[in-house]
């Protein structure tokens, strides 16, 4: 799961949370036993500790959710996304580009077929766009499948994806689909839109050698 770490409405809302929350159902449809990953990408990729499987919910609530400042100035974070802020330097400019490469060297170890679901939002630059699809060019090979998904509206990778497929076809590891809306009631239906969020990564699965198909 790869979630953006430049917003801070993003935190405060909750709305990282509910989409973390989203990824383990998917995680628990497409492979229950497999490994379940975590990063948030700002300018740099970072890869956040395993979560206790056992405790899921602590564990999205600690490090997607940021609550009301406290009342006493001197009062110490409570969540461990905020103890970590600097590190990983929160609320600056994020690249998507950054975090394809780090995903594709971490996988270089454990080249089983990995699902990505990679939450995008906001507008690039014209550069950052073109490096956006030199990473993916260069990952066209991989055993990553990138399932981009968020508001196309607020997003120059939804709205220009086709355009991407179009150019370079032999790119077939990706694809873009709407984001999760709370408010949305078809949204609510965690399992249907789960199962459809998959479909793109299993008709892709179907076309690896078979030893490759074991999912990580």
Known sequence: MALPGDS????????LAFVAQRAVAVQRLL???????????TESAHRLPPPERSDLAAFIQDWFRIPEK?????????HAIQRSSEELRLFERRSVPALIE????????????????FLVHGDESDEENRNIALALD?????????????DPDDSVLGRRIGELRRELPHIENMDYALGWDPAD?????RA???????????KW????????????
């Open 185 to 189: 009631i078809q949204y609510r239906l």
């Open 102 to 117: 780090a995903i594709v060297q971490e996988n270089a170890a454990d080249p089983r077929p990995t699902l990505v679901l």
């Open 192 to 202: 249907p839109y789960s199962r459809a969020l998959t479909k793109p990564f299993k």
């Open 205 to 216: 699965l179907k076309n690896l050698p078979d030893e490759s198909k074991k999912v990580r």
């Open 8 to 15: 801070r409405w993003y935190f405060e809302s909750g709305y």
């Open 138 to 150: 260069a990952a066209a090979d991989e055993s990553v499948f990138w399932q981009f998904f968020g």
């Open 70 to 78: 406290p009342l006493l100035a001197d009062a110490p974070p409570p």
């Open 31 to 41: 492979n229950p036993a497999g490994d379940l990953q975590f990063w948030l990408y």
